[in-house]
DNA sequence: CAGTGGTCTAGACCACGGT
DNA sequence: CCGTGGTCTAGACCACTGG
């Protein structure tokens, strides 16, 4: 049987914390295998020396990690192993980019103030007309072109974007200069063909396939901030994700 | 204020559990707003005529939940109502198509036994030549062809496959007949054209774009079940997703 | 300093699972 | 029936926050 009762607690974390700690490190070292059933909880308290709830937080911290399981009239027991998925997160071209080692680089084709059209002013959001900033970007990784992207961002959340330097992440200017922090996104993957203007600045042919993306992203209180549409080599661009069966 | 001094206990549920209901009705009907205080703990158990452990077990269920979040030495406060943003799931075409409010059929186009190839085997980590179920469907929403999906699995798996009725989703099968349950996958999307064979099967034209879907689905504990290549008309299909910024 | 949540004790009874 | 985790009590002291 495995010793705790050694434990000397140290002052200034709470005694549960230290005792979910020192099984989490028996777990993770192999002293407690997968099935394993841990001592009943009143020998748990005779062998640090504490009372049960304190006991039962500690577990309960165990448990919240899906390190261990309890049955009731049964026992805790150490949990399976189990085949970890992490949520896809959504990434800026710069972000995934870097994800793969690339170096990502936006060159600025245009950028105009101009009112909302129906289209943009339903995804944003916000009235026709009312005016939004339009950004037309290449963006290269390594210095290939990859794709182009056309975002419109309401002039109202960020007034002096133009001044900005726009060769970088927009996510983090965004972030640095405005505060604003996306908090998600809807994403609209399908595929098309390059049109003509398209093809020369992506340094392809007419026609050829394109994988578009429309992104719409929101603050954490579910306010629009940008509208992108992507227009991606379909050739040179693919999104690979993690996704679990159920969800959450 | 607010009245819980009524609370009659009904048998069979903790008290814990029903306090922690009654405190969220109250947030949800409004009576409790986000930013309001709650009462002290001990003025709490005065009300609900309970002790402090059962009123934090109440609390903490709260706090999981995200409803509530506490500060020592202020008090407990009712949670801004947050943006809440679900993971994507990992859907079969039956199950995506059910989405959208459209019905899924399958056309079986082919079914045979042969060794895996050199890629083939890498993606469901067998060994080369070890046999595997080639499916091809064609897929039909309300009778439309959609795309049309080769699939790879090992004949291990699954070795009277070819007796089940493929024209439903396989998910189905595998869950229902070999209690296969499928825990989570990787996904690759693309851009690329029709080819003649495809075109002809989906009623298209070579050359038309097509929206790849590459998948390899996994147990829970991450052994490859299936590989499977869909090739979709680019303008009958697209993929939405909701994604977080910072996930999990 | 007073008020609040954070931690902890010692003990009790209940509910469930298996023998 | 026994052993286990689930719930609950009454009371104590600590740690943080604000005035």
Redesign the interface.
Same mark, same amino acid.
Request: proline content about 4%.
């Given at each position: 049987m495995w010793a705790g009762q050694q434990l000397v607690y140290r002052k200034g974390t709470a005694a549960y914390h230290q005792i979910a700690e020192y099984i989490r490190l028996q777990i993770r070292a192999g002293a407690l295998r997968p099935g394993d059933r841990l001592p009943p909880e009143d020998e748990l308290c005779k062998l640090f020396q504490v009372s049960r $709830?304190t006991i039962r937080a500690a577990l309960n911290e165990l448990v919240l990690e899906g390190l261990i399981y309890r049955k009731q009239g049964r026992g805790s027991y150490v949990a399976e192993p189990?085949?970890e998925?992490?949520?896809? /997160?959504?990434l800026s071209f710069t972000e995934e980019m870097a994800q793969k080692g690339l170096r990502a680089d936006a060159k600025v084709l245009s950028l105009e103030l101009s009112p909302a059209s129906q289209e943009v002013a339903e995804k944003l959001n916000i009235n026709p007309n009312d005016l939004v900033i339009v950004i037309k970007r290449l963006r290269l990784a390594n210095d290939e072109p990859i794709g182009m992207q056309t975002v419109f961002i309401p002039q109202s959340l960020c007034p002096d974007l133009q001044n900005e330097d726009l060769s970088q992440s927009l996510y983090a200017v965004l972030a640095n200069k405005y505060g604003i /922090?996306?908090?998600? !996104?809807?994403? $609209?993957?399908?595929?098309?063909?390059l049109n003509s203007e398209e093809a020369r600045l992506l340094r392809s042919t007419p026609?050829a396939?394109?994988?578009?993306v429309e992104r719409i992203t929101? $603050?954490?209180? !579910?306010k629009p901030i940008e509208y992108v549409r992507s227009c991606?080599r379909?050739d040179r661009? /693919?999104? $690979?994700?993690?996704?679990?069966?159920? !969800?959450?």
């Open positions: $709830t189990k085949f998925v992490a949520y896809p /997160k959504l /922090k996306i908090y998600a !996104g809807i994403d $609209t993957y399908y595929a098309g063909v026609g396939p394109a994988f578009i929101f $603050t954490s209180e !579910g991606m379909g661009y /693919k999104i $690979t994700l993690w996704l679990k069966r159920e !969800g959450e």
